[in-house]
């Protein structure tokens, strides 16, 4: 039987399959799109008729894209959308103040507090004491125990209170303690939380901001960096990791001008690093899925995110002592991530690509490799395979030797760039 006649035989068993379909009371998108695909798979061995296969692939396509809507979560307009925004950056005086990144988180909030009188804080340790680092100190006895107070040790049930407070129209900022204990309440949050809008067609939203803090910090159950865990159970919450504390505030500053949900991931090492006090506290934004480049270079672009970038920073000034010129970018965000491929802008300069995190082999790196690779299709950019740094298999081991030898430091991610650099 030749090609020919067994494409007429095709087309009579599609022409049985399609009375059927016909037949039937309620048919479904899915039996009606791979029925015109079993078709179009016939007719590709007929003689062509290029009009109708043309209007047969454009049907399917339009078919496709309509189901595919009704299960995408579209997201809510972002700041930048709405009518006059403009990006703001901070404000500096012409001989700022140098304060502790607590001390300018400490002020941000104070004036977020006034700024918005739906919004208020909790969470273990937030009210009285003013939080572990005191980041919320005085802000309780200035606003009342009904904006600033104190939860149980539950992290999921925090998680829940700010939920169903965000559901009814406040704005708040639950505190989980810890990046590690974000374990405790990862149900809520990836059942609950992250898939809201989803399951109720976006009638339905639940805006609230969930700060925390993590990385390094010297100890096993204070210093993790889970980030395949948050990555791969909470698309739909925004992901923000910033590398001090002025990045924070402006990220705070940012999301309560948008209605979805965020993580805000602040790094414990830059609580008591010194930052300029800007002028205009509550008011400076910052673009989500926006790179920024921290150092630029020419020979490898090196890509990281929140304490990690004073790493990076530090490796790249003894590489340039060993003629090496790495370009450093700082993700920001990595839900969403890097929107505009800027990434793949600086790859085209320096055709080569390091990717540094603290999270275990196959992590958080693996998370932002594939969206290079595929998202931003950089491969045609680069003359070698990349170089992926990351933490130990296990969690942080205690104590300063104990950090040195689980997580990425300048003096090995030197070693690991320059062994990289000669092969």
């Given at each position: 039987?030749?090609?020919v ?9 599609k ?20 029925f015109?695909?079993k ?12 009009a109708?296969n043309q ?27 709405l ?8 404000l ?5 103040d140098?304060i ?9 909030f104070?004036?977020?507090l ?7 804080t909790?969470?273990?340790d ?11 100190r ?31 129209g ?10 590690d204990?974000?374990i405790?309440?990862l149900p809520t949050?990836?059942?609950?939380l992250?898939t ?8 339905q ?9 993590g ?6 159950w ?54 300029k ?12 899925g926006?790179?920024e ?9 090196l ?12 490796a ?12 450093v ?9 890097d929107?505009g491929?800027?990434?793949?802008a600086?790859?085209?300069?320096t055709?080569?690509?390091v ?11 693996g ?27 296990h969690?942080?081991?205690?104590g300063?030797?104990?950090?040195f ?19």
């Amino acid at each position: 039987m030749n090609c020919v006649s067994y494409g007429f035989q095709e087309l009579s068993n599609k022409k049985w399959e399609l009375n059927e379909l016909l037949k039937t009371s309620y048919p479904t998108r899915k039996e009606m799109i791979r029925f015109a695909r079993k078709l179009q798979r016939s007719l590709a061995i007929l003689p062509r008729n290029e009009a109708f296969n043309q209007e047969l692939g454009n049907w399917i396509a339009s078919a496709e894209m309509v189901g595919a809507n009704l299960f995408r979560d579209e997201p809510l307009p972002g700041p930048s959308e709405l009518p006059g925004f403009q990006w703001i950056k901070p404000l500096y005086a012409e001989n700022p103040d140098w304060i502790t990144g607590t001390e300018l988180l400490n002020r941000n909030f104070e004036q977020l507090l006034r700024k918005y009188p739906l919004l208020l804080t909790f969470g273990e340790d937030t009210g009285v004491l003013g939080g572990v680092n005191q980041e919320t100190r005085g802000l309780h006895e200035k606003f009342g125990d009904h904006r600033v107070f104190d939860t149980g040790i539950r992290e999921t049930t925090i998680i829940g209170q700010g939920m169903g407070l965000a559901l009814r129209g406040f704005r708040p900022i639950a505190e989980i303690q810890y990046l590690d204990y974000l374990i405790y309440a990862l149900p809520t949050l990836a059942d609950d939380l992250s898939t809201l809008r989803y399951r109720t067609c976006g009638r339905q939203i639940a805006p609230l901001i969930i700060r925390t803090r993590g990385h390094q910090l010297q100890g096993m159950w204070h210093s993790g960096s889970p980030m395949s865990m948050l990555l791969g159970s909470m698309r739909g919450i925004h992901l923000c990791v910033p590398r001090n504390m002025t990045q924070a505030s402006a990220f705070y500053n940012t999301l309560l001008l948008c209605q979805e949900p965020a993580l805000v991931i602040e790094p414990l090492k830059g609580y008591y690093v010194r930052e300029k006090m800007p002028l205009n506290p509550g008011e400076f934004t910052l673009p989500l899925g926006v790179p920024e480049v921290m150092r630029e270079g020419s020979d490898l672009t090196l890509v990281t995110y929140g304490w990690n970038v004073t790493i990076a920073l530090e490796a790249a000034e003894i590489l340039s002592t060993l003629g090496y010129s790495a370009e450093v970018m700082d993700v920001q965000t990595l839900a969403p991530f890097d929107s505009g491929n800027s990434i793949t802008a600086s790859l085209q300069k320096t055709n080569r690509l390091v990717l540094l995190d603290e999270d275990v082999p196959g992590g958080g790196t693996g998370y932002m490799l594939q969206k290079i690779m595929e998202q931003e299709r950089a491969f045609y950019s680069m003359d070698a395979p990349p170089l992926i740094i990351s933490a130990k298999d296990h969690r942080g081991a205690y104590g300063t030797d104990g950090e040195f030898f689980s997580k990425p430091n300048a003096e090995s991610v030197v070693s690991d760039i320059v062994a990289w650099m000669q092969r």
